[in-house]
């Protein structure tokens, strides 16, 4: 059984980084004028939301440091595009969640099943004792070992559906596609995770 | 979701936090700009003949060169006084610096902070968490420097230059750390303390467990609590220095760092760990300049115990009890730590610790298959720790307490716990799950509506992993 504690959803994976608007406004037109102070401080106040975002698609594995690298690369490259539409937050947010979609089809197509728990103890749940940390990660090795079975766009919806909770426009937006398809991707998930657990449980 | 494996599946995974260390946070920022800059200089140019203009281009490139000239110097001011070798010559403004040596080309050490770095590097004024290895959490408190010399199987070995170092050290699975500061070592298995460098010589404190400490012929065993400064004379933790380990666990528990775990904290007066003092007060004996006034018995740190071991039965003190119930818990011996931390309630009823162990115990007979006799016990220990002195105890075990009431087969009694507890503690980080607990309750009671409480749940709690089955209860009473 899991322990009440793990039952508990960390608010802030609820929502894009919250910044004020104001101030990420400013900071992007520094950054578009080539600012590389500006640059640095956009890194800083996103780069833990992504890097969450990331552990939550991807799993823990050690490629985690090179696509929050590759998040930011792909940012300040293309950051004369970003027009100030959405909030910057959720641009941050869609190209983390496009990288980490295509990580993961890489990964797929080089490895199969991919084994992502490679440094359980840090991912065991903040603050948790060392008996409740092996129970998690036991738990988590055999939800990730799920997780890996699905296609990778299916994974990312439902992940971002359930794990995170925003609402499917805002999924559709993150992962350009229509809400439709993003509910039908999720429903898709929800059905082979659920068929894959009784599988296992017989 | 409608199925209580995938709310589980959900709740497992929501539960994971991992938080960007930052070593990492910063090693990435490293190289962010170099890599750019790599990119931009691969990407093709565009043909002439395609250009409409060649001012337009010809000048953003000379701009984009005079900004990052410009921003290099503008950067290089801090005076922070490296990147990370061999990178391009702009320098990233970080809190702290890293340390290079070309000539390390030792994976481990590779491993712990990055290909090619060996130290740490922070400023005055800044304070730097980062995690070497998967068993030590450290904070350095600047202006500090540390370097790492050594990582060999499970042991590693750094040295602290100058400035503040703390540090959590998990030594349960085997192996050392070792500190070199100053002309002094301090050995480590296993435990909570700080090692401080300065002028006027090298100060070791320690909250859990026990330190080694030696200096030219010397040697200290600085203990629960204990503190061993230049003047070579073992004494009780400053306030400072408590504030210190303080701030410490309580940051590493914020962000997920594997920090010593909730400990009851020692009350005044009362050291139950029996250090063998065998040091005369004497004058000075760290300092650098200062001589030995008394030398100790060269006291060996005995390696972590095994669990259940009979020869570890007499003598263990009740932190060393606690840890040896802690790497039974996460070595899956239930029944081993259930006996250990039994032994440490018995034997040290008044310590502090044992509030944590008797929570430990109510959360095993949780966990597994219990008898009522054994809930029971469970509910006694709760009452015990939630009526005790260790306030930061009395939230989850009231929490606790409710999940035995339920476990019991007593509905409404685990109800009116949940509730009490959402009355005692209205911030509580459980009042989510103690709502739903209500709400799930309330609907399995005949003739209760849950309604109510499942429009509070939605309109506190929209997102939280039971908000759907607050939704499906309000659609089915609709």
Known sequence: MVDSATHLVAPHLMAAPAQPRDADAELVARAQAGDRAAMQEIYRRHADAVFRRLTRLVGSGPDREDLLQQVFVELFRGLHRFRGDARFGTYVYRIATNIACDHLQQRRRRQGRFCSCDDPDRRAAAGASPELATIHREQLERAWSLLDRIKPKKRVAFLLRVVEGPSMEQIAEQVGARPATVAKRVMHAQRELMAMMERGAR | ?478
């Open chain 2, 1 to 478: 979701m409608s199925d209580p494996a995938l709310e589980r599946l959900q709740q497992v995974l929501a539960a994971t936090d991992d938080a960007l260390d930052d070593v990492t946070r910063a090693r990435v920022l490293a190289r962010l700009g170099p890599t750019m800059d790599e990119l931009a200089a691969r990407e093709p140019r565009v043909p002439v003949s395609r250009v409409r203009g060649v001012l337009l281009p010809l000048a953003a490139v000379a701009a984009l060169v005079g900004l990052v000239v410009g921003v290099g110097h503008v950067l290089r001011r801090p005076a922070l006084e490296a990147t990370r070798g061999g990178s391009a010559g702009l320098r990233i403004l970080l809190p702290y610096a890293m340390t290079t040596d070309p000539q390390v080309d030792d994976r481990r050490t590779a491993s712990l902070l990055g290909r090619g770095q060996r130290g740490l590097q922070v400023p005055q004024g800044v304070e730097l968490r980062a995690l070497l290895g998967e068993r030590a959490s450290v904070a350095l408190v600047g202006p500090a420097r540390l370097d790492v010399m050594r990582v060999d199987a499970g042991n590693l070995a750094v040295r602290l230059s100058r400035g503040t170092l703390v540090a959590s050290f998990d030594g349960a699975a085997g192996g050392r750390l070792q500190i070199h500061a100053a002309g002094t070592v301090v050995d480590v298995v296993g435990t909570l303390f700080m090692v401080r460098v300065e002028r006027q010589g090298t100060t070791v404190a320690v909250v859990h467990g026990k330190v080694r400490v030696r200096h030219q012929e010397r040697t200290w065993i600085v203990g629960h609590r204990q503190m061993v400064a230049g003047d070579g004379v073992l004494q009780p933790l400053p306030p400072g220095v408590d504030r210190l380990f303080r701030r410490f666990e309580q940051r590493g528990e914020d962000r997920g760092r594997p920090v010593a775990r909730h400990r009851c904290p020692s009350r005044s007066g009362r050291n139950r760990t029996p250090t063998r003092r065998t040091m005369s007060a004497g004058r000075s004996a760290m300092g650098p300049t200062t001589q030995p006034a008394a030398v100790t018995e060269d006291i060996r740190i005995p390696p972590a115990v095994d669990a259940g071991s009979p020869a570890s039965e007499r003598r263990l003190t009740a932190s060393e009890q606690y840890r040896v119930a802690e790497r039974a818990m996460r070595q899956g011996s239930t029944d081993q730590a259930r006996r250990r931390l039994e032994q440490l309630v018995q034997q040290f009823a008044q310590d502090p610790l044992a509030c944590q162990a008797r929570y430990d115990l109510a959360r095993l007979a949780l966990r597994c298959q219990s008898t009522r006799q054994q809930l029971a016990l469970a509910a006694r220990q709760l009452d015990a720790v939630i009526g005790g002195v260790e306030r930061r105890l009395h939230e989850p075990a009231s929490f606790l307490r409710c999940q035995v009431e339920l476990r019991q087969s007593s509905s409404s009694r685990a109800a009116r716990c949940f509730r009490a507890h959402r009355v005692r503690f209205p911030t509580s980080p459980h009042d989510a799950a103690a709502l739903a607990h209500l709400m799930v309750l309330a609907d399995q009671e005949q003739g209760v509506d849950g309604r109510a409480l499942a429009v509070e749940f939605l309109k506190r709690y929209p997102t939280a992993v039971h908000a759907d089955t607050a939704r499906r209860l309000l659609r089915r009473c609709r």
